[in-house]
Every structure is written in C-alpha cells, then in structure tokens.
C-alpha cells in the first residue's frame, strides 16, 4: 500500500485528497497547508487524516512514500525537488514546472533515485480524450489534417500566470497525448486587458507533416466554451466537452480530389455521410488518474503523464510566451 502526502489543500486539494483516498493500493496519510482555515477544512471533511503547515513534518513521515504536490506553479519546482531528495514520489499539479531547466533537473533527480513523476493532466484519463486516443490510434479518421480547440470562459483571472499557462497547459497535454507526432515550431499572440497578464491569446503549432493546429483561450468570453475539432482524410471529429451526453461525434464528411481533363484543373469532390456518436464510458477522470498512480508505484511502471510527458507541454508554454513577447514571432522547439 501506498501512503500519499498531499500538499495544498485549496481549490483542487480537496478533489486530490478525495480521490487518492478512495483510490486502491494506497491511501492519504497527511495533509500539508500554510493557511490555517484549509486545515481546519480538512479536519472537517477528513478526521481520519493527519493536518499539518509544516511541509518537512510530512516529508518525514515514514508512513508516507509519495507527495501530492497541488499548489501554485512557482512552488512547483522547489517542493518537488525537496520531496524528491527524501526519497518520495511526485504527483504533481499542471503545469510541471515554470521552465524546461527546472523540468529537466527534477527529471534527473526522479531517475536517479528510480522515484516517479506524473504531471496531473486530468484530461488525459476523461473518457472522452480517452475515445479520441482510441479513433485516431486506428486510424478511424485517417491522415490527420488539423487539430482546432476552444477554451473560452468568463474567468477565472490568475495573478501569476498567464492565460496560456493557466488554460492551454490542459489542450497542449491533450494534443501532445492523442497525436502521435512531435510538435516543430509555436506562433501565438495575445493581450492584456484587466490584471497585467495576458488574458485573450491564441496559438498555433505547426508540424513537419502538414497538421496545423490552433488553440483559442480567453478569460474574457461571455459563454462557456469547451469545443475541440479534429480533422482527418477520411473522418472528421468534434468533441463538445461541455455536452451531457453526445461530448463526441465524428462525421463521415470531407473532401476528395481528382485531376481534371485541362492541365490545371483539379476537381473537388465533397463527401456528405452519417455522423457517429461513440459511447463513452462513465468513470471519473481523477479517480482513474490517481489509482494510476498508485498502481505505476506498486508496478514499477512509468506513466505515460510522467515529467518527460510534462516537461514537453512546459517547453511550447516556454516557447508561446516567448512568441508573444515577439508579436507573434516563430520559435522552433
């Protein structure tokens, strides 16, 4: 059995703690927070659970082999490293890291102390993302074309970073899991309106074989908006993330083209099918994620979310900011 110390008990704290606690082969032994009203909190909700503000008290609980790291992205880096120096695990919040250096030496670290990193990219383990990886691993929607997201919403405004870190982090990891090729160059470009951050910008990942794709994220949207469109040869894709029921249909739709009777003609031919709606099954994503994290401990496996998967999402982060600090300037990973 695995005992998990968890680490911030704020906004998503509470869903960390639940979760690893329900989960199979491990359990949460203590919860860390600085601020006195989140312990009582967990008190509250988790009596069985130790509390404590001092982060060393837990890393020095023998009852505990892995740290849950839910806190803000700049304390990352120097609480990962910490655990990582007394021997735990690492489960740790999106984004990674704030920047490839400090991703690359946790990394080095995690292997060799033969320890585990899994950057918490929830969506990963949605049912949907999950039937997505399915179709395009067998090649349902045939050569692949574009990749168009969505992710609008009125709020929530952070201080510390940015809309792209805080909104795209979830669709870069998405993309990076479903499609089975690496990313070449980043444009992106945006604007800051209200807190001094960016809080509208949109961003292009270009590859070597012609897929194109494109992120719209965005604080300052009237509507909710979770949409993501994938295009392919023979097959096209619209997951509706905020649908109860129909989140993905893909549509027997596209576009063929043949060479005409005169040297430069070419002819298009449209194709017009049925639309699909897949089942998708019903389980929590968080729940799947964090007895996936126990069984890579118990295993001895390395998860596919682990800090390679994340410092990559961290690198076209590092690589959109720094397009927008250049207008929207190409940066090449």
């Known amino acids: 059995m695995v005992g998990i110390g968890v680490v911030g008990y704020g906004y998503w704290g509470p869903n960390i703690v639940r979760n690893f606690q329900g989960a199979r082969f491990g359990s949460v032994k203590c919860i860390c927070d600085t601020a006195p009203k989140s312990l009582e909190r967990a008190k509250q909700y988790h009596p069985e659970i130790k509390v404590t503000t001092d982060f060393d008290t837990l890393l020095g609980d023998p009852e505990i082999d892995a740290v849950a790291i839910v806190t803000p992205v700049q304390t990352h880096y120097p609480l990962a490293r910490r655990a990582l120096m007394r021997g735990k ?19 080095e670290m995690a292997a060799e102390s033969q320890l585990k990193i899994m950057v918490d990219h929830t969506f990963l383990f949605t049912p949907a993302v999950r039937k997505i990886k399915e179709l395009i691993d067998n090649d349902v929607l045939g050569r692949l074309y574009y990749y168009d997201s969505m992710r609008v919403n009125l709020g929530l405004f952070q201080s510390d970073v940015n809309v792209i870190w ?43 074989d012609n897929v194109i794709a494109h992120f719209n994220v965005n604080w300052l949207s009237p509507v909710k908006v979770r949409t993501t469109l994938i295009g392919g040869s023979k097959k096209m894709l619209v997951w509706n993330d905020l649908e109860a029921d129909e989140k993905i249909k893909v549509y027997d739709k596209g576009v063929s083209t043949d060479d005409g009777a005169g040297l430069y003609d070419i002819l298009v031919s449209y194709r017009m099918g049925d639309v699909w709606i897949p089942r998708l099954e019903q389980a929590e994503a968080l729940r799947l994620e964090t007895q ?15 800090g390679v998967a994340g410092l990559r999402v961290v690198q076209m982060l590092e690589a959109a900011n720094a397009s927008l600090k250049n207008k929207g300037g190409v940066v090449y990973l």
């Open 89 to 107: 695990h690492v489960f740790v919040e999106k984004p990674f890291t704030q920047s490839t250096a400090q991703a690359e030496e946790l990394i």
């Open 166 to 208: 805080d909104l795209a982090a979830h669709d870069l990891s998405i993309m990076q899991h479903i499609l089975p090729r690496k990313p070449e160059a980043v444009v992106a470009a945006g604007q800051r309106h209200v807190n001094g951050v960016e809080d509208v910008a949109y961003i292009m990942v270009y590859f070597a």
């Open 292 to 306: 996936y994290f126990f069984e890579c401990i118990e295993n001895d496996r390395t998860p596919f979310n682990d």
